[in-house]
């Protein structure tokens, strides 16, 4: 895969890094004293701590990670609600990434410690094939964005699910929260790196309200560094020029459509309906539900559960303020303090997408430090 | 959890295929993405490909970025 390499290549990086230099010298002689970029997506953030952009870009531009963690907005009462199928009996088949999220009191791996049935799984397939296999009464706990919803339908649609798998999910939508955070955060945003990945499947078509409505200089990138350091120069570009477009600089995955064999799909199976977001609250059109046809799947009828209002925040963490983008990991009083990736306290601490866990495990010490001291 | 894995798919059986992770080999859902052919680079998300690499597509997006930082040179 040498286009991979390609786009690692340190010699394009400098010159990017040195573009990104200018552009930024030549905004702050038009009076531009800060900028603001938003990265969607948790593996953007991955990408950008990882590789020490944030340390390398001139300091009047602020790189703020957005909410695209999708286990880190799950209300905590979805968890208490697989935590107690899981102690009644039930086996419960969940991502990696949910195992280690706190609910209300713990978490499924903390309640499988006690007893409880959770077992880890890599996609939906190999929930269904295991359940298929053990024949015992088992949930699937999903959970995810654009990109995950089909993963789920595609089974669905082929009415491959054994009589004994039923599913629990907390789907959400990313264009809605988008729009939420340019609408009521206090965060004034000069440019959006918006999610690749959600993108191969809605298509970049889905992003376009951003520069459209919101007047958002708008990218829609890949995960390498090089895809990330396009990206920043693109907005920067942009604002410079006075003028707000998206662009597709991840065209080598995504298309203006998207996946429209996997969004005919996810539309036979899923309706939108309004979601409640771990933290942040209720967002119109925001999450995806079963249709009727698809009832007998639904772990909610089936076992006739009603997902109660759960403690989602503990009393400090800064978690919610993280994911809106409107306070840094280094903000809150518990970061690497009593929160730590062995100890987590709250979501963002857990997943591998969560900005508190990326910053904790890739952050650097000197980068934390100045953080500190700001 | 977005997190898309790109692969080489090197068998496929039906709505199956199995990817090539630089080494690691595993079977995966393939019925997202119709027309697959063995040899294709693809992104692998939660056991499922989700979508082709377009591999011209990715050389052509380097080469209009060094295009594009030469006349930027110019001009700033």
């Known amino acids: 895969m040498k286009f991979i390499s390609s786009y690692r290549d340190p010699k394009l990086a400098k010159r990017l890094h040195e573009l990104i230099d200018q552009l930024v010298s030549r905004l702050e002689r038009q009076g531009v004293s800060r900028i603001k970029i938003m990265n969607f997506c948790g593996t953007h953030e991955h990408t950008i701590t990882y590789y020490g952009i944030r340390s390398l870009v001139p300091s009047s531009l602020d790189l703020i990670a957005g909410p695209g963690c999708p286990v880190c907005i799950v209300p905590a009462g979805y968890i208490d609600t697989a935590i107690k199928l899981a102690m009644e009996g039930v086996t419960i088949y969940t991502y990696g990434d949910m195992y280690r999220v706190p609910g209300s009191y713990e978490s499924l791996a903390q309640a499988r410690a006690k007893g409880a049935n959770v077992k880890v799984v890599y996609g939906f397939m190999d929930a269904v094939r295991l359940a298929r296999n053990e024949k015992k009464e088992a949930v699937f706990f999903g959970v995810g964005f654009e990109t995950t919803q089909p993963t789920l339908a595609s089974w669905m649609v082929r009415d491959a699910i054994p009589e004994n798998l039923k599913l629990l999910l907390a789907l959400r939508l990313t ?10 955060s206090r965060v004034d945003l000069d440019g959006v790196i918006a999610p690749g990945h959600v993108s191969t499947i809605t298509g970049a078509k889905a992003w376009v309200f951003l520069s459209k409505e919101f007047n ?40 203006w459509d998207g996946n429209l064999r996997a969004q005919e799909i996810t539309d036979k199976v899923f309706e939108v309906t309004d979601g409640y977001w771990r933290g942040i609250g209720l967002i119109p059109s925001s999450s995806l539900r079963l249709r009727d046809k698809y009832a007998s799947l639904d772990a909610i009828d089936v076992y006739g559960l009603k997902i109660e209002k759960g403690i989602d925040t503990r009393s400090g963490c800064k978690c919610n303020k993280v994911i809106l983008g409107e306070a840094k990991p280094t903000d809150c009083p518990f970061f690497m303090k009593a929160c730590t990736p062995a100890h987590p306290l709250g979501p963002c601490m857990v997943s591998s997408e969560g900005t508190c866990h990326i910053w904790a495990k890739y952050g650097g010490r000197l980068l934390l430090e100045k953080f500190e001291l700001e | 959890m977005c997190l898309g894995v790109p692969a080489r798919v090197i068998k496929i059986n039906g709505d199956i295929a199995t990817v090539d992770y630089g080494g690691i080999m595993k079977d995966v859902d393939a019925f997202l993405v119709p027309n697959l052919k063995v ?7 939660a056991g499922a490909i989700i979508a082709k690499i377009n591999e011209k597509e990715a050389m052509e997006m380097m080469k209009a970025w060094s295009s594009i930082m030469e006349e930027l040179k110019g001009e700033i």
């Open chain 2, 39 to 45: 040899g294709d680079y693809v992104i692998v998300h």
């Open chain 1, 216 to 255: 958002v200089p708008t990218v829609i990138a890949g995960f390498e560094p090089l895809d990330v350091l396009i990206a920043i120069a693109e907005i920067l570009r942009q604002k410079l020029h006075g003028y707000s477009r998206l662009y597709n600089e991840y065209g080598r995955v995504v298309t």
């Open chain 1, 175 to 184: 264009p809605p929260v988008m729009r939420y955070v340019l609408r009521k």
